[in-house]
C-alpha cells in the first residue's frame, strides 16, 4: 500500500513541478510588470508545496496519521492592478491556460483522495485539491478584474 501511495505522491508531485514550470513560463512571457508579479507569487507558492511534498514521511502518516504544514502566501489583487496590464488579450490567454491546468491538478488529487484507502491520505490529497482550488480562485479573481 506504501508503495501506492508513494505513487500518488509522485504524480502529484510531478504535477507540480510541471504548474511550476508553467507559472516561471508566464513570469516570462508576461509583458506586464503586474502579470509578472502575480506569477512569481504563484511560483513562490507552488516552491512551497513541493517542498512539502518533497518532504513527507509516507510510513509515518500511515502509521500515526498526518501532520503537515502548509505555507499560505498572499497575493494583491486589485482594480488598479487589472487596470495597468496593457496586453489584456495576452494576459487573457495566458490566465485561460493557467485555469485548465489547475482544474486538471484539483480532478487528479480528488480522484486520488476518494480511492485512497487510508484516512490519513484523503485528508493529504484533499488538502492538496483544496491548495490547487486557492491557486484557481486567485487565477479566476484576475480574470474577473480584467473583464
Not at 511534498?53 to 498572499?74: C, D, E, P
Not at 490567454?93 to 480532478?107: F, Q
Amino acid at each position: 500500500m506504501i508503495v501506492a501511495l508513494r505513487g500518488a505522491v509522485y504524480e502529484a508531485l510531478k504535477r507540480e513541478e510541471e504548474t511550476l514550470q508553467m507559472y516561471e513560463r508566464f513570469v516570462n512571457e508576461a509583458k506586464d510588470k503586474a502579470l509578472q508579479d502575480f506569477f512569481s507569487a504563484m511560483v513562490n507558492d507552488v516552491k512551497g508545496d513541493i517542498h512539502t511534498l518533497k518532504n513527507l514521511n509516507l510510513h509515518s502518516i500511515v502509521k500515526f496519521g498526518l501532520a503537515i504544514k502548509f505555507q499560505v502566501r498572499t497575493c494583491s489583487i486589485d482594480e488598479r492592478t487589472a487596470a495597468s496590464m496593457t496586453d489584456k488579450e495576452g494576459t487573457k490567454e495566458i490566465l485561460k491556460l493557467a485555469v485548465d491546468e489547475v482544474n486538471a491538478d484539483i480532478e487528479y488529487y480528488e480522484h486520488v483522495a476518494e480511492h485512497s484507502l487510508f484516512p490519513e491520505v484523503k485528508r493529504l490529497f484533499r488538502i492538496i485539491a483544496d491548495k490547487e482550488l486557492e491557486h484557481k480562485c486567485k487565477i479566476k479573481a484576475l480574470q474577473d478584474l480584467i473583464g
